[in-house]
């Protein structure tokens, strides 16, 4: 027998690269033997599978019957199909879908819904009926108020804004707010008073406005704030801290003992 290995491989190395080689063909050939019909050898490890369209029972493969408007899956579990775009599995049959007037089958394809402007009602697409002063939701199958009015019953009626007031865009409240400088009291706006050596605050609560920096508020006027000797201002501005190594007693800062 003559020797075809490559000039300048040793006999021993040629040995061994042949089995090397050999060894895929063989395990192939070894995972082939006792295929079932309709089946095919797994592509990683040993055993098999059924081909698409059927199904493993025992050690067969048995065809899957394919009802009409149906394709194979490839998935192991389940009944191995589904029905195709517009056709819905009753009992193992693939009927049509079918879509009322002003609907259409949604992505998936097995179920429908109505266009906007329409809702679901008893299987049928009914028209959204608005009343005036009114627009479609972002669904599209519901109406809510325009601003300026508020859902009352089945209407929408205009929201009355007082004296010094604006409409608002809320859903919820009252449906207006007061202009800068007044406040909200009862069903009207009253304007806030602020004192001399004060500045409004845009707040819903409290007085509605705050002293300067060295002035506190007594009752609605706004008093400068009387310091001590060895005392500054504290951080809020409308009271006092004593000066280290000073502290405070009563109206005055002492020298600490």
């Not at 199904?55 to 191995?80: H, M, V, W």
């Not at 906007?116 to 005036?132: H, I, K, Q, T």
């Not at 409409?167 to 202009?179: D, P, V």
């Not at 508020?217 to 000797?229: E, G, I, R, S, Y």
Request: net charge negative.
């Amino acid at each position: 027998m003559s020797d075809v290995r490559p000039r300048g491989i040793a006999l021993h190395d040629w040995i061994l690269l042949a089995i090397t080689l050999a060894l895929p063909i063989a395990a192939f050939a070894q995972g082939s033997v006792g295929l079932p019909e309709n089946a095919s050898a797994q592509r990683y490890g040993t055993g098999w599978v059924c081909n698409a369209g059927y199904r493993k029972e025992g050690s067969a493969c048995t065809a899957i019957e394919l009802p009409a408007n149906a394709y194979f899956t490839d998935a192991t579990f389940g009944q191995g199909w589904e029905c195709g775009r517009g056709y819905r599995d009753v009992n193992k049959i693939c009927v049509p879908i079918v879509v009322p007037t002003h609907a259409y089958l949604d992505a998936t394809g097995d179920r429908w819904k109505c266009e906007r402007g329409y809702l679901n009602r008893d299987e049928s697409c009914v028209a959204v009926e608005m009343p005036a002063h009114a627009y479609l939701n972002a669904a599209g199958d519901a109406w809510e108020c325009q601003r300026g009015y508020r859902e009352t019953g089945e209407s929408c009626v205009a929201i009355a804004a007082p004296l010094n007031g604006y409409l608002t865009n809320a859903s919820y409240g009252i449906g207006w707010a007061c202009e800068r400088g007044y406040r909200t009291s009862g069903d009207a706006c009253v304007a806030v008073v602020v004192p001399v050596n004060g500045h409004y605050l845009d707040e819903d609560y409290g007085s509605g406005w705050k002293c300067n920096r060295g002035y506190m508020a007594v009752a609605t006027a706004c008093v400068a704030v009387k310091l001590p000797q060895n005392a500054h201002l504290d951080y809020s501005g409308s009271s006092w801290d004593c000066d280290r190594p000073y502290r405070r007693e009563l109206d005055r800062c002492t020298a600490a003992q």
